[in-house]
């Protein structure tokens, strides 16, 4: 199996900072692209942060200039440091990446997600 797990995530105001980390195990052989997505409420799911093995970034316009992905091969995990928080940016968060296991090819996989709360 391969398991994500995100931690970091609670209540914070508005204009304040959250620290979202996630930790991969299981059978991981290499991790290719990393992600964070978002699910606000009554909202679409949006694909926020996505960062190469080769450590390229890119981010939604709604983050842009806030919000950081990183990642930390030899520890598998992944974070996103997010600023400036908005009310919007209220939603549960989920880490996503692409996993090459040992025994299989390159797939996809998910967290459960955490909730991140931003109160005016």
């Known amino acids: 199996q391969v398991q994500l797990v995100e931690s970091g995530g609670g209540v914070v105001q508005s204009g304040g900072s959250l620290l979202l980390s996630c930790t991969y195990s299981g059978d991981i052989f290499q991790i290719y692209d990393m992600r964070w997505d978002r699910q606000g409420p009554g909202k679409l799911r949006e694909s926020l942060a996505n960062?190469?093995?080769?450590?390229?970034?890119t981010y939604a316009d709604s983050v842009k200039g806030r919000f950081t992905i990183s990642r930390d091969n030899s520890r598998k995990m992944q974070f996103l440091q997010m600023n400036s928080l908005k009310s919007e940016d209220s939603g549960v968060y989920v880490c996503?990446?692409?996993?090459?296991?040992?025994?299989?090819?390159?797939?996809?996989?998910w967290g459960r997600g955490i909730q991140v709360t931003v109160s005016s």
């Open positions: 960062i190469t093995a080769d450590l390229r970034t």
């Open positions: 996503g990446a692409n996993v090459d296991r040992f025994i299989s090819g390159p797939s996809d996989y």
